[in-house]
């Protein structure tokens, strides 16, 4: 696989640690993932150092070990998408405004925006000259990822116009080159969710449309879909409207089509 681009490593700052505090969040973070850009910030090394206790869920460690055995570039994605299951472990207790109040949290949630601004980025027009290749999931699960961090940092940053710089992307890649998600059903159906809460308009249908496809393709019922999504990664605080009403939207079809679910 082959990216364009070079990207820095992650990067280390002597202690004592920089306290990544409110305004850093909004200067920093906020900036980077706003422009899509490498981290405009720096991670104490303190940050860095230890061992994890998060225990990723099975349906994660199987996605994982899929992506890996694919392709050894999926290891940046591998990472990343760990850490963003490990920040809403951390979150089940903690409404959004009061993140900023909690600095273990705050931290992690530093990281994992650092690990997936770090991720190498590929157009639509490259993976079409490599449509053999896994660049077009590989960017495909970094632009959901970046969905996923806009969630939170939304609300941290008080502008709820922040998520519409990011929007169409991550349809028209879908759009353009065909992907193969085999033995990834899951992982697949956290991409088109992530989407499908995110877009707004004709994206958003197409998000919706090919989302519900997939569903009724495998015979799962909302919940049983939700199960998957949530095993990978899910901030259901920072969600839980819209997918509310893309629920609603889901059973309003089935009964449009004469079945429950």
Not at 64 to 79: H, M, N, V, W, Y
């Amino acid at each position: 696989m082959v990216f364009s681009g070079e990207f820095p490593p992650l990067v280390n700052v002597p202690d004592p640690a920089i306290v990544l505090t409110h305004d850093t969040c909004r200067t920093d973070m906020v900036g980077s993932v706003a422009i899509d850009s490498p981290p405009g910030f720096q991670l104490p090394r303190s940050m860095t150092s230890g061992v994890s206790k998060h225990t990723p869920f099975t349906i994660l460690q199987e996605t994982k070990a899929t992506l890996r055995a694919r392709s050894p570039d999926f290891s940046g994605a591998c990472r990343s998408l760990e850490m963003l299951s490990e920040v809403a472990e951390l979150a089940i207790e903690n409404p959004l405004p009061k993140w900023v109040q909690d600095q273990e949290l705050i931290n992690l949630f530093a990281r994992a925006c650092h690990s997936v601004l770090l991720l190498p980025r590929c157009s639509v027009s490259e993976a079409e000259l490599h449509p053999s290749s896994d660049l077009a999931m590989h960017e495909a699960i970094r632009l959901a990822a970046l969905l996923y961090i806009v969630g939170p940092l939304t609300a941290m940053a008080g502008d709820h116009e922040f998520e519409l710089k990011h929007l169409g992307q991550l349809p028209n890649l879908l759009r353009t080159v065909p992907i193969n998600w085999d033995g990834l059903e899951a992982l697949e159906l956290w991409v088109l969710v992530h989407g499908a809460l995110a877009e707004r308009g004709e994206d958003r249908e197409w998000m919706v449309a090919r989302l519900f496809e997939r569903m009724r393709g495998r015979g799962l019922g909302w919940d049983e879909m939700f199960r998957e999504v949530r095993g990978i990664a899910w901030l259901g605080r920072a969600f839980l409207t819209k997918l509310g009403r893309l629920e609603e939207e889901w059973r309003r079809r089935r009964r449009h089509v004469g079945g429950e679910s």
